[in-house]
């Protein structure tokens, strides 16, 4: 597959939902965190490639917990439809690519949003999830968690504030204050992400630096196999060191909440086969709830 000049088009060869070239990156100096790695993470609430790697960033956050700060940063993957020259020219055009790239990742998702309410933008739902951040950033996260289910699972318009505001009420925000601080304190924030991708120099979503002690960084861009994160945290902090986690299935759920069939299997490091009758056991025992989407399930902890 090719760009075709549209970033919604993420080659999953690549794996990389590419935008214009921001230009080469300039010199950066990261400030001290609580932790000796942070992980600096450029990405998009409608990157399908960003949704490709939800696994692998749960099964990180759960092994390396002691030793790793997440730095959630928006990218802008879609300002509007104006730039579009050639290739994709509207939003219904995506539905497929969106179905194609589910089933190579994976990852359940239902492509026709863009036929049935399709997004102009994806700048509000990223100028939320900045808001959010000024709420509680473990909130944010699972704000930016739900609004991604809404709009791959749910064929949602995540633009439209009735969801950002159900989905701030789902995770536990006050959507007064985000509303608030969405119509002010957040766009600015969201346009210092926008700068520090420019100078960065990222093309592209997922992009991820991992920064270990004294400044040593490496990038992992687009979507990779565990073994990529797992390498770059290694070649920037020498002490890493994992941590051992419960791979139940009531130990991972009570870790997360809500889980595809691939997570579970990448989460309990068991085969798909096995992960989904391990998944179905538990739905029959009044355990989970079971929701079929048109390219996979996802999985609620009741």
């Not at 989904?276 to 609620?300: C, F, M, P, R, S």
Request: aromatic letters at 12%.
């Amino acid at each position: 597959m090719t760009n075709n000049n549209n970033p919604l088009l993420c080659d999953p060869e690549e794996g990389i939902c590419e935008i214009q070239s921001y230009g080469t990156s300039e010199s950066i100096h990261f400030t001290e965190t609580q932790k000796p790695l942070k992980i600096i993470y450029f990405t998009d609430p409608i990157c399908s490639t960003c949704w490709g790697i939800e696994p692998q960033l749960r099964r990180l956050k759960l092994e390396y917990a002691p030793i790793v700060e997440f730095d959630y940063r928006m990218g802008g993957l879609l300002p509007d439809w104006n730039y579009n020259k050639n290739g994709i020219s509207k939003p219904s055009d995506v539905a497929h690519h969106w179905d194609e790239v589910s089933t190579y990742y994976k990852m359940p998702i239902d492509g026709n949003v863009w036929i049935e309410d399709p997004l102009h933008s994806s700048y509000p739902p990223s100028i939320a999830f900045k808001a959010a951040q000024i709420q509680n950033e473990e909130l944010a996260i699972k704000f930016l968690r739900k609004i991604r289910e809404m709009v791959f699972l749910e064929k949602k318009n995540i633009t439209k504030w009735e969801h950002i505001k159900n989905a701030a009420i789902a995770t536990g925000l006050d959507e007064n204050q985000l509303k608030s601080d969405y119509e002010f304190k957040a766009k600015e924030l969201f346009k210092a992400d926008l700068e520090l991708a420019r100078k960065m120099g990222v093309r592209g979503f997922p992009t991820l630096f991992f920064v270990g002690p004294n400044n040593i960084n490496e990038i992992v861009v687009g979507f990779k196999p565990y073994a990529n994160f797992e390498n770059a945290i290694a070649r920037v902090f020498k002490d890493a060191y994992k941590i051992p986690y419960d791979k139940s299935c009531e130990g991972i759920f009570a870790k997360y909440s809500t889980l595809t069939s691939r997570e579970f299997s990448e989460l309990s490091g068991v085969s798909n086969i096995e992960g989904e009758e391990i998944l179905n056991n538990a739905h029959q025992k009044g355990l989970l709830n079971k929701t079929n989407i048109k390219n996979g399930i996802l999985w609620v902890k009741k």
